[in-house]
């Protein structure tokens, strides 16, 4: 099993930045390829950003090209995402995930979930 906690979510004026991390507990954290989802008040939860698990391989969404880096250190069994010129829309629950499949962007096939980071960015 796996278990993940994010952190680094916060308040931040449009145009700035953030870094969210989500450390996972368990050996078998460099296995798992990793995803970054979010979800805003009174919407669904959508994909951001997925690495596989050496790290090789990312995808993100088109609304966080170019914007948002996803990354991971196995050795401290942490991803990270890496977020810059942040819009409004970009204001939701943050949340990490764990799967056995490399770039999925589906949630069922993430096993494992965070409890989410709030990241709110203010105009």
């Known amino acids: 099993q796996v278990q993940l906690v994010e952190s680094g979510g916060g308040l931040v004026q449009a145009g700035g930045s953030l870094r969210l991390s989500c450390a996972a507990s368990?050996?078998?954290?460099?296995?798992?390829?990793m995803g970054w989802f979010r979800q805003a008040p009174g919407k669904e939860r959508k994909f951001v950003a997925a690495?596989?698990?050496?790290?090789?391989?990312?995808y993100y969404a088109d609304f966080v090209k170019g914007r948002f880096t996803i990354s991971r250190d196995n050795a401290k069994n942490t991803v990270y995402l890496q977020m810059n010129s942040l819009k409004p829309e970009d204001t939701a629950v943050y949340y990490c995930?764990?799967?056995?499949?490399?770039?999925?962007?589906?949630?069922?096939?993430?096993?494992?979930w965070g409890q989410g980071t709030q990241v709110t960015v203010s105009s």
């Open positions: 368990g050996r078998t954290f460099s296995s798992y390829a």
């Open positions: 690495i596989g698990s050496s790290g090789g391989s990312t």
């Open positions: 995930a764990a799967s056995v499949k490399t770039g999925t962007p589906l949630e069922r096939e993430y096993g494992y």
